[in-house]
């Protein structure tokens, strides 16, 4: 444990201790074994796994091994290489593992080395299954995209924070002036980029709405170097054409005087008709206030690898540091026609972007995940995991999201290990759902309420039970209560209803090789 990070010179170096430092926190019984800093224990030492940490966790630890030590009246002088097969284990690690690894709480806070009776590889496993494991390891890529498939709630927008974290930890994007854009490494588009926007719809005073912008360097930028129309454009190729927002721009003052910027903290929407006029602002929809927020970090990405495209005789630098775009889930309410055009342009922009510059896009959608699988090249693709443990683990994939996840079948295990341990729950229904879906859509049903047809029982109670608890909420206060007995029994017969009646599942076989 070193007093400062400075206290290590690189991934390979020397640093020097007092003696009366080595070995503190340690066992009388492994003491033993190294106080004499004879060659033996000195051998025994440089065998070790090590873990070099910073007090306090500062800064963050790496695992590597003493390569030497010298031992003089007062000190050692220990040579040291970190392993660049681990990655580093970011701040806050050892203090959540301090049990495992055998660590008291005052060693965080005293330079020392001390000598412990764990299993520094088992801990390294664990952090590996971790989501900041997972971070590093997609960190550490020469792919420029990574494809990455997970359902909701696994951890996506956690994981654009934990890499935003590691690539630009003391990056603060909306504090960026325009001229320091250079020092960027990393654009998201996440569940965070959407707490940008909120609505302010004046309730009180019976005025128009509309959709306030917290401060935002990027967006200021787009809109001065280009203008709002480009972001207009990406709207309404998605929603409306008549559907037109409007930028409020305000002037930047400093010292009570104008600067001659402007900032853009609100924007208002109204439908343009034929003869000019427009229906007066109006709030729109969160699907389309999605879909605004989009287009603006779309517009945002195409002029910024413009700008990197551009002849090396022109460039002027701006955003020349950028490494990597990390995207989470743009506009999944959209319908299949405008996702698939939405993907497809996504794909082009990624393909015209310089070499260097990496993507990491993840997405519960299986129709946006394959069409970016078909479009895209130089690709690593991955499905998520999360387990009930609290572990995660990032599989390789190859193919699309039914040959490689299997996704309905995926879908159906789900629900027969809830079934089996008796832990349904509402969004099972929402599952289950899914699953009749995608088997009538497979089957060439109109409806997948056709499929309901064929089950034992009230029909229209089981319709009514799916709907209740798979259906999307219209306000926040409107709560779902938890499914009864009896309608978790309803699980079990719909997918028995699904299983028996419904060739779309593979048959399989039992011990003496029948089918069932």
């Known amino acids: 444990m070193a007093s400062v990070p400075g206290f290590y010179s690189g991934d390979q170096g020397e640093f020097t201790i007092p003696k009366d430092r080595f070995l503190e926190y340690t066992e009388d019984a492994i003491k033993?074994?190294?106080?004499?800093?004879?060659?033996?224990?000195?051998?025994?030492?440089?065998?070790l796994p090590t873990i070099f940490a910073?007090?306090?966790?500062?800064?963050?630890?790496?695992?590597?091994?003493?390569?030497?030590?010298?031992?003089?009246?007062?000190?050692?002088?220990?040579?040291?290489?970190?392993?660049?097969?681990?990655?580093?284990?970011t701040?806050?690690?050892?203090?959540?593992?301090?049990q495992k690894l055998g660590i008291d709480d005052f060693e965080f806070h005293r330079g020392h080395w001390a000598v412990k009776e764990c299993d520094i590889s088992d801990f390294y496993e664990e952090y590996?299954?971790?989501?900041?494991?997972?971070?590093?390891?997609?960190?550490?890529?020469?792919?420029?995209?990574?494809?990455?498939?997970?359902?909701?709630?696994?951890?996506?927008?956690?994981?654009?924070?934990?890499?935003?974290?590691?690539?630009?930890?003391?990056?603060?994007?909306?504090?960026?002036?325009?001229?320091e854009f250079s020092q960027q490494k990393i654009l998201y588009y996440n569940a965070f980029t959407e707490d940008l926007f909120y609505w302010d719809n004046d309730l009180?005073?019976?005025?128009?709405?509309?959709?306030?912008?917290?401060?935002?360097?990027?967006?200021?930028?787009?809109?001065?170097?280009?203008?709002?129309?480009?972001?207009?454009?990406?709207?309404?190729?998605?929603?409306?054409?008549?559907?037109?927002?409007?930028?409020?721009?305000?002037?930047v003052v400093q010292d009570g005087k104008k600067t001659g910027e402007k900032t853009y903290p609100e924007v208002t929407f109204s439908y343009k008709r034929g003869d000019d006029t427009n229906s007066g602002n109006i709030k729109i929809s969160k699907g389309e206030e999605s879909?605004?927020?989009?287009?603006?970090?779309?517009?945002?990405?195409?002029?910024?690898?413009?700008?990197?495209?551009?002849?090396?005789?022109?460039?002027?630098?701006?955003?020349?540091?950028?490494?990597?775009?990390?995207?989470?889930?743009?506009?999944?309410?959209?319908?299949?026609?405008?996702?698939?055009?939405?993907?497809?342009?996504?794909?082009?922009?990624?393909?015209?972007?310089?070499?260097h510059l990496k993507f990491i896009i993840t997405t519960h959608n299986p129709l946006f995940y394959n069409v970016l699988y078909n479009e895209v090249n130089s690709k690593k693709c991955y499905l998520l995991e999360k387990f009930e443990d609290g572990t995660f683990a990032l599989l390789e994939k190859d193919g699309d999201s039914n040959k490689s996840f299997s996704y309905h079948l995926y879908l159906k295990q789900i629900i027969e290990n809830a079934i089996a341990d008796n832990q349904i729950e509402k969004f099972h229904f929402t599952l289950l759902r899914?699953?009749?879906?995608?088997?009538?859509?497979?089957?060439?049903?109109?409806?997948?309420?056709?499929?309901?047809e064929t089950a034992l029982g009230d029909k229209d109670?089981?319709?009514?039970?799916?709907?209740?608890?798979?259906?999307?909420?219209?306000?926040?206060?409107?709560?779902?209560?938890?499914?009864?007995?009896?309608?978790?029994?309803?699980?079990?017969?719909?997918?028995?209803?699904?299983?028996?009646?419904?060739?779309?599942?593979?048959?399989?076989?039992?011990?003496n090789g029948r089918t069932n």
């Open 204 to 251: 009180d005073f019976d005025l128009e709405p509309k959709l306030k912008i917290q401060k935002n360097k990027f967006i200021d930028w787009i809109l001065k170097i280009q203008g709002d129309q480009g972001i207009i454009e990406n709207f309404q190729r998605y929603t409306d054409e008549k559907l037109t927002p409007q930028f409020i721009g305000v002037d």
């Open 32 to 47: 033993g074994q190294f106080q004499s800093l004879d060659q033996n224990a000195i051998n025994k030492l440089k065998s």
């Open 91 to 98: 701040r806050g690690i050892l203090k959540e593992h301090q």
């Open 291 to 355: 879909n605004f927020i989009w287009s603006i970090f779309y517009t945002l990405l195409d002029q910024i690898i413009t700008i990197l495209n551009e002849p090396e005789e022109e460039r002027t630098g701006q955003f020349d540091g950028l490494e990597y775009v990390f995207v989470d889930d743009p506009v999944s309410s959209l319908d299949e026609n405008h996702l698939i055009e939405l993907a497809v342009n996504l794909a082009e922009l990624i393909k015209s972007a310089p070499a």
């Open 128 to 179: 590996l299954k971790s989501l900041t494991g997972i971070a590093h390891k997609l960190k550490n890529t020469d792919k420029k995209v990574q494809l990455i498939y997970a359902f909701n709630g696994t951890g996506k927008t956690r994981l654009s924070r934990l890499l935003k974290d590691l690539i630009a930890p003391k990056s603060d994007d909306d504090g960026l002036d325009p001229s």
């Open 434 to 452: 899914n699953l009749y879906e995608k088997t009538a859509s497979f089957l060439g049903y109109a409806k997948w309420q056709d499929l309901l």
């Open 461 to 511: 109670a089981y319709l009514k039970r799916i709907i209740t608890f798979s259906s999307h909420r219209t306000l926040s206060s409107e709560e779902v209560r938890d499914p009864t007995g009896p309608e978790k029994q309803t699980v079990k017969l719909l997918l028995d209803n699904l299983i028996d009646n419904y060739g779309y599942w593979p048959k399989k076989e039992d011990a």
């Open 54 to 89: 910073v007090e306090d966790e500062v800064a963050d630890a790496r695992i590597g091994k003493i390569t030497d030590i010298k031992v003089n009246s007062n000190n050692l002088r220990a040579k040291y290489r970190f392993d660049k097969d681990h990655y580093p284990l």
